[in-house]
C-alpha cells in the first residue's frame, strides 16, 4: 500500500508532532569551533580587514602601497616624471627623447634642457614656444602648446627632472617650488614665448 | 517537548482551505510555465535559431522568465502557503483572515504576472533573480506584508503556548523576505545605488533569498513533515536550534563570489561564510538521519521520499558550496555553470522537492484523502528526483570541467564555449523531465482542487433539489 492511504482522515482527531530533547552531538560544535577558526584565519590572511582600498590578489593595506608610486628621493620624483612624460610628451618629443625630424626638437643633450637654471625651462611646458628656435645646432619651427599648463607643481617639476636625467642628460632636480616662483611670476600671462624673448628671462 | 494531546483539526483545515488553494494552486500554475520557459532557454543552446524572430523569446529573457517564475511564482507562495498552514496547525488555531489572505495571494500572482510580462518586454532589471520590473517589485511586496501580516495575527492568536521548531523557521522566513526585499527594491530600483555598490547589493539580495529564505521555508516543512510521517519525535529540539542560529548568522554573509570586483573583505567574508554553512547543513543532515533511523513507515514516492531527497540535496548543495568557497576551486569554478548547477540543486532539489512533499501532504487535508491519486503522486516524483539530478549534477562537472579550460590561455574562448555542450545536453534532458513531472503536479494540485468544488458543488445541489422529509415528518 502506499503512504497516502495510511495517513488518518482529516475529521479525526489528529497529534502534532513533537521533538526530543537530544543535545547536540560534540562532533558539531567541534566543527562549528573548527570551521570558525579557519574562517577567522582565512579572512586575517586575504580580507584585509575592512579596508576599501584593498582589492584581491592584494592582502592587506601595506601589501598595496609597496605597488604605489613612492614620492620621496629623486628617484621617485624622475619615476614620476617617466609616467607623465610617457603620457604628454613623447608623442612629440619621442620616448627616447630623440624628436621628430622636421617637427620636434630632442631634448636629449639640449642645451635648453640642460641649462645650469631652470628658469627659462620651465617657462616652455607652462606658457607653449613659438617662433624659430635652435637646437644643437639646427632651427626648428614648430609651435608648441602649453601641454604643462594643467600640472600641479610638483608633477610639471617631476617631468622636468625626468628629461634632464634621461637619455644620458645629467643636470639638477627641478623642485615643486621652483614651478611655483616662476608661476607666480608670470602672473596673469598667458600668450606663448618666443625663443628670443625667452633669451631675455634671466636662466 | 512533552506529548500534548490530539485536537481536532477540522476548523483549522477549514480555515486553510481557500488561502491555500489559492497560493498552491497558483505556485503549480507558474512552476509549470516556468518549465517552459527553462526548456526554451536550455534548447537555444541546441538550435539557436529557434524563435530567432521573437525578442521575446529570446534566451536573456526566456532564462530570466525561468529564474523568476521559478523563484517568486513557485517557490514564495509555495512556501507561504505551507508556512501559514504550520502556523495554524502547530499553534492549534484557525488561520486568521483567510479571506484576506487570499486576497494577498491573488495579488502576489498578479505581481508575479506583471513581473514575468515586464521580463519578456525587455524591462528585465539585469540583477540575477532579481529580474522584476518595479512596479512588480513594490506589488509582491505589499502582497507579501498583506499575507504574513495575517500570518503573525494567526501566531499570537495560537492556543498552543509552547513552540515547535517549524514555527521558528516559519517565522523568521515571515521577516527574513520583508527585509531583503524591501532593501534590495529601495537600493537597486527605487533609489538605485552607484555603481558597484549596485552589484554587492544584488549578491546580498539573492545570496539571502536562495540561501537563507528558501533555507528557512524548506526547513519548517522538513522538520514538520519528517516526524508527523514517521510518528517519530523530531531529534531534536537543540538541533533544530542549532541549525536555526547557524544558518541565520553565517546564511546571510554568502553572496558575493570569490572573484567580485570588490574590496577584498567582502567575498574574504563570504568565502568563509559559505563554508560555515556546512554546520547548519550537516546538523539539519543528522537531525534527519536520527529522526528517520529505524523507521519502517513505506516511503513510496510519497510526501517522505519528497522531503528526504530535498534534505539530501541541501546537505549535497551547501557541501558544494562550501567547496566552491575555496580560493583554489573558486578559481576555476567561478562564473561558470558551476554556480549554476549549485542553485539549481538548491532550488529544484531542495526547496521544490520539499514543498512537493509538503503540499502532497497538505493537500488531501483540504480535499478529503481520496482526491489526490497515490499513483500520480509516485509517477511526479519518479520524473521531478531523476530530472533534478540530470538537470544540476552536469551543470556542476561540466562548470568545473569548463573553468579548466578557461583558466589555460591556449584553450580558444569558443572551443570552452562548445565543450560545454554536452553536459547541456544532458541538462536539457532533465529540464523536459522536470518539465513533464512539474505538469503532473499542475495536473494532481488542479485536479484535486475542482474535483473539491466539484462535491461542493454537487452536494449543495443535491441538498437544494432534495425533498424534505424531516420537515413532513415534523
Not at chain 1, 147 to 166: F, K, T
Request: some cysteine; proline content about 7%.
Amino acid at each position: 500500500m502506499n503512504a497516502e492511504a495510511k495517513q488518518p482522515s482529516p475529521v479525526r482527531p489528529e497529534s502534532e508532532p513533537t521533538s526530543a530533547a537530544t543535545t547536540v552531538p560534540m562532533w558539531l560544535i567541534a566543527g562549528l569551533l573548527g570551521l570558525l577558526f579557519l574562517g577567522a584565519w582565512y579572512f586575517d590572511a586575504r580580507g584585509g580587514w575592512f579596508e576599501a582600498k584593498v582589492y584581491a590578489p592584494y592582502l592587506s593595506l601595506a601589501d598595496v602601497q609597496r605597488f604605489q608610486p613612492r614620492t620621496g628621493g629623486p628617484e621617485d620624483v624622475i619615476l614620476r616624471g617617466k609616467v607623465l612624460f610617457e603620457q604628454n610628451c613623447a608623442l612629440c618629443h619621442n620616448p627616447d627623447g630623440l624628436g621628430k625630424p622636421a617637427q620636434a626638437p630632442p631634448l636629449a643633450g639640449s642645451e635648453w634642457v640642460l641649462a645650469a637654471g631652470v628658469n627659462r625651462l620651465i617657462r616652455i611646458p607652462q606658457l607653449g614656444l613659438s617662433g624659430p628656435i635652435e637646437v644643437k645646432g639646427q632651427v626648428w619651427n614648430l609651435p608648441m602648446a602649453a601641454m604643462g599648463v594643467a600640472y600641479s607643481d610638483d608633477d610639471l617639476a617631476a617631468v622636468l627632472s625626468y628629461i634632464r636625467n634621461a637619455w644620458g642628460n645629467k643636470a639638477s632636480i627641478v623642485a615643486g617650488e621652483q614651478v611655483k616662483k616662476v608661476r607666480a611670476e608670470l602672473g596673469g600671462r598667458n600668450q606663448p614665448y618666443s625663443p628670443d624673448e625667452l633669451k631675455k628671462e634671466a636662466e | 517537548m512533552t506529548a500534548i494531546p490530539p485536537t481536532s483539526p477540522l476548523p483549522i483545515d477549514n480555515s486553510c482551505r481557500l488561502p491555500l488553494f489559492t497560493l498552491f494552486g497558483g505556485a503549480a500554475v507558474w512552476l509549470a510555465l516556468s518549465s517552459g520557459f527553462g526548456l526554451i532557454a536550455t534548447l537555444k543552446f541546441h538550435a539557436p535559431a529557434m524563435f530567432a524572430n521573437c525578442a521575446s523569446l529570446s534566451y536573456g529573457r526566456a532564462f530570466p522568465a525561468w529564474s523568476h517564475l521559478l523563484v517568486y511564482g513557485f517557490c514564495l507562495p509555495a512556501g507561504l502557503g505551507v508556512g501559514l498552514w504550520l502556523l495554524a496547525r502547530l499553534g492549534r488555531v484557525e488561520l486568521a483572515q483567510p479571506w484576506l489572505i487570499a486576497v494577498g495571494a491573488k495579488l502576489w500572482h498578479l505581481g508575479v504576472l506583471v513581473g514575468l510580462i515586464g521580463i519578456l518586454a525587455g524591462q528585465s532589471t539585469g540583477f540575477e533573480w532579481f529580474e522584476l520590473p518595479r512596479a512588480a517589485a513594490v506589488i509582491l511586496f505589499l502582497a507579501f506584508l498583506l499575507i504574513t501580516m495575517w500570518g503573525f495575527v494567526t501566531y499570537t492568536r495560537r492556543t498552543q503556548a509552547s513552540l515547535y521548531p517549524s514555527q521558528w523557521f516559519v517565522l523568521a522566513a515571515l521577516l527574513w523576505f520583508p527585509w531583503i526585499f524591501s532593501t534590495a527594491t529601495l537600493l537597486l530600483q527605487i533609489f538605485p545605488v552607484r555603481g558597484l555598490v549596485q552589484a554587492s547589493v544584488a549578491w546580498w539580495f539573492s545570496g539571502n533569498l536562495i540561501n537563507v529564505w528558501l533555507t528557512l521555508a524548506g526547513l519548517a516543512s522538513t522538520f514538520y513533515v519528517l516526524p508527523k510521517l514517521t510518528g517519530r519525535p523530531l531529534q531534536s529540539h537543540y538541533l533544530a536550534l542549532f541549525a536555526f542560529w547557524t544558518l541565520m548568522l553565517f546564511g546571510t554573509w554568502t553572496g558575493i563570489p570569490a572573484h567580485a570586483a570588490l574590496p577584498a573583505w567582502m567575498p574574504t567574508l563570504s568565502g568563509a561564510a559559505r563554508v560555515l554553512m556546512l554546520i547548519p547543513a550537516l546538523t539539519v543532515g543528522a537531525s534527519v538521519i536520527l529522526t528517520c533511523r529505524g523507521v519502517k513507515t513505506p516511503c513510496a514516492g510519497g510526501p517522505l521520499c519528497y522531503t528526504k531527497f530535498g534534505a539530501a540535496c541541501l546537505v549535497l548543495a551547501s557541501v558544494l558550496l562550501a567547496i566552491s568557497a575555496c580560493p583554489q576551486v573558486s578559481r576555476i569554478t567561478d562564473y561558470t555553470w558551476f554556480d549554476h548547477g549549485q542553485n539549481t540543486l538548491r532550488i529544484y532539489g531542495f526547496f521544490a522537492m520539499t514543498m512537493f512533499g509538503a503540499i502532497y501532504h497538505i493537500v488531501p487535508h483540504l480535499v478529503g484523502p481520496d482526491r489526490v491519486c497515490p499513483r500520480w503522486m509516485r509517477i511526479n516524483f519518479w520524473f521531478v528526483m531523476p530530472g533534478t539530478l540530470l538537470l544540476a549534477l552536469p551543470l556542476v562537472l561540466g562548470g568545473v570541467a569548463q573553468g579548466l579550460k578557461l583558466v589555460d590561455a591556449s584553450v580558444p574562448f569558443v572551443a570552452v564555449a562548445k565543450s560545454t555542450l554536452m553536459a547541456l545536453r544532458i541538462s536539457t534532458l532533465g529540464e523536459t523531465m522536470l518539465a513533464l513531472g512539474n505538469l503532473i503536479f499542475l495536473f494532481n494540485i488542479v485536479g484535486a482542487i475542482v474535483s473539491y468544488y466539484c462535491s461542493v458543488g454537487k452536494a449543495a445541489y443535491t441538498e437544494a433539489t432534495a425533498l424534505e422529509p424531516a420537515r413532513v415528518k415534523a
